[in-house]
């Protein structure tokens, strides 16, 4: 993406982080983390989940879900989202979005939904 923006990568990265608050990786995790909580809701196993969203490794994959999503996948998996399943699907892509700030890291929509 540096390269073609005409940018070195550190630059790249620089202005990346400071029109959208998050580094480039740290924003592909976050999309990756994203669709491996909505593959864990329809059931899809923790591995699958893990490969389906382009990581290989699977340790690694569940440390950044846990540090993004407050649980591990199995335990967001083996959990009931009942007011993720009511929601209009572009309302829950949203509330169940990963926060990108360290303060506010744990989130989760069944939570703020049910509230």
Do not use: Q
């Amino acid at each position: 993406m540096a390269r073609h923006a005409l940018m070195s990568p550190a630059h790249f990265s620089r202005r990346f982080r400071a029109a959208y608050g998050e580094t480039p990786y740290g924003y592909l995790m976050t999309r990756r983390i994203e669709r491996a909580m909505a593959l864990l809701r329809a059931g899809a196993s923790v591995t699958d989940a893990c490969m389906a969203v382009g990581c290989t490794s699977l340790g690694s994959f569940s440390s950044r879900f846990s540090e993004l999503v407050g649980e591990s996948p199995s335990a967001y998996r083996a959990r009931e989202h009942p007011a993720v399943a009511a929601m209009p699907a572009c309302v829950a892509k949203v509330r169940t979005r990963p926060a990108r700030d360290a303060s506010s890291r744990i989130r989760e929509a069944g939570r703020g939904a049910a509230a």
